[in-house]
């Protein structure tokens, strides 16, 4: 299955409303308890769901940093050792056991 980024969507319900969101409008996604947050330029949809299932969901397009946050790879402006910063001004946070693949991952991003 090749997608590409413009083509998938994310089905979200909230209460007896469903909406399909455009991966690539959202910038973030944060795991606030059992709810994610996804984190667009002009909104935050928060819903029910484990960041984890949308990890695989979203792979390759979007890439965990902290058990807290996906981030889409397209947003990132630049990142350091502890941060991600974003081309809306957020930062996440980054884990250190997570550091080295995420350095891995966006060398690959950049030369494709």
């Known amino acids: 299955m090749d997608h590409k980024l413009d083509e998938i ?3 979200v319900k909230q209460g007896s409303k469903i909406r399909l969101v455009d991966i690539q409008d959202i910038i973030y996604i944060e795991s606030i ?3 994610a ?4 330029s002009d909104e ?3 819903y029910y769901a484990k960041i984890s299932e949308l990890e695989v969901q979203l792979y390759p397009f979007f890439f965990r940093t902290h058990r807290a946050y996906l981030v ?3 947003y990132i402006e630049k990142y350091d050792r502890r941060e991600v910063y974003l081309q809306n001004t ?3 946070l980054i884990s250190k056991y997570r550091l080295n693949r995420f350095q891995k991952v966006m060398e690959n991003y950049k030369n494709s």
């Open 90 to 92: 957020d930062t996440v």
């Open 37 to 40: 947050a996804l984190h667009l």
């Open 9 to 11: 969507k994310i089905t």
């Open 44 to 46: 935050i949809i928060e």
């Open 72 to 74: 889409n790879l397209h």
């Open 33 to 35: 308890g059992r709810k």
